[in-house]
């Protein structure tokens, strides 16, 4: 018989290992002698080490499931329990034991990281609902059409939660992608029907323009111009792909009008500033009549100058006002001279002067009379009265002669 710490065989061949509570049989062996029956048995025990080890291995460094773990614990402590092997079968139960505790522990912590996660991915996904029922209110129509498809994808990367809060949640997520892809396809139907709106408006604006395009009626037709360009900009856009060619069209008549009237006004321009240098010229002329010395000759010298002056033409408006007030100026003076002759030369003005110079002079030589008379009776008071009136009359009899000096008397 020979024998082990661990188990002893026999003179039968029983091999036996031994337990905490007595020994156990481990099996017969027959082929062979005691020793090497325990080493058998023994290598058989040091395989259930070596598979318990790798499963404590496996257990804490590996994502082996609890369910699975315990499977291969249990599995190890039937064969252990079985009794078919020679060793310390209780150390082995003790880590088998442990390892049952570290399951159990790795579940909590595995089941509290699963939490957590459903926390996150909750939150997660409350925070992606919330910023996609905002961004359904949103007017950006490309950048929050393109932000909510960025939601899609995160959502779909996040774990799922419960069936009931999954499903709760993604039914507003989902709404509210809804209800911002009604908007936009309203948005853009109103947009395509007031576009179309637009292009029918600047189709009739573009062949008014046309029509335009060769009038020679200038301010009116720049006015009307005007007016088309500001029913062009209250007319909004039409479709991209009309809206260039009918602003080339429009541009274009437009262009063909105001080059032509750029080249009038310029031609028109060259032609003013000649009439001007001429006019110019004609006016130095004229002034030189003045002072009149000779109003017949000042005045046939002007009415030639006036006859080529009315031949000339029109001259910059900015240059007119100058220009013809210098004119009018030496016209003045010639009708100042001619009505000074006038007076100088009427006959029935000169008679009026004459009379009246002499019912003057009469009345002066009367009061002088009154008054010489008025001293010599020594009557001051009045003479002082008449002296007064004499005075009065002579400044009167003094200016009636100056005007019939005029008339040459």
């Known amino acids: 018989m020979s024998s082990d710490p661990w188990g002893r065989v026999d003179e039968t061949g029983t091999v036996y290992v031994r337990t905490a509570d007595g020994e156990k049989v481990v099996g017969s062996w027959q082929a062979g002698s005691p020793e090497e029956a325990l080493a058998y048995f023994e290598r058989k025990y040091e395989g259930l080490v070596v598979e318990i080890g790798l499963l404590e291995k496996r257990v804490k460094t590996t994502d082996l499931s609890a369910k699975d773990a315990q499977t291969a614990v249990d599995h190890l402590r039937e064969q252990v329990d079985a009794h078919h092997a020679v060793g310390d079968l209780e150390a082995l139960r003790a880590r088998l034991d442990q390892l049952v505790a570290l399951v159990e522990t790795r579940r909590e912590e595995r089941k509290a990281q699963r939490a957590k996660q459903s926390d996150e991915a909750r939150g997660a996904k409350e925070a992606l609902v919330a910023e996609a029922e905002e961004l359904a209110r949103s007017d950006q ?137 001429l006019k110019e010229e004609l006016v130095t002329e004229a002034e030189k009549l003045v002072p009149v010395t000779d109003l017949k000759s000042a005045r046939a010298a002007f009415r030639s100058v006036n006859e080529r002056w009315e031949a000339i033409g029109h001259v910059p408006r900015d240059a007119r006002p100058k220009v013809e007030g210098r004119m009018h100026a030496v016209e003045r003076a010639l009708q100042e001279a001619e009505e000074a002759e006038w007076r100088r030369t009427n006959p029935e003005a000169r008679a009026r002067a004459e009379g009246l110079t002499g019912q003057l002079q009469a009345a002066v030589d009367k009061l002088r009379s009154q008054v010489e008379q008025a001293r010599a009776q020594g009557n001051d008071a009045r003479a002082d009265k008449l002296a007064r009136e004499l005075e009065g009359r002579q400044a009167l009899l003094d200016q009636a002669l100056k005007g019939l000096h005029e008339f040459g008397g």
């Open 141 to 277: 129509w490309r950048a929050a059409g393109e932000r909510l498809r960025s939601l899609v994808d995160t959502w779909k990367g996040l774990p799922r939660l419960d069936r009931k809060s999954d499903d709760e949640l993604w039914h507003r997520f989902s709404h509210a992608r809804s209800a911002f892809s009604k908007r936009r396809k309203q948005h853009f139907a109103q947009l395509d029907a007031q576009r179309e709106e637009a292009r029918r408006i600047k189709e009739r604006l573009v062949s008014e323009a046309e029509a335009l395009s060769n009038s020679t009626d200038w301010g009116p037709t720049a006015a009307r111009y005007r007016d088309l360009m500001s029913e062009w900009k209250a007319a909004g856009r039409a479709q991209r792909e009309h809206e260039d060619d009918l602003w080339n069209r429009f541009r274009g008549a437009q262009d063909v009008f105001f080059a032509a009237r750029s080249s009038v006004f310029a031609e028109r321009d060259a032609e003013q500033a000649e009439n001007l240098k």
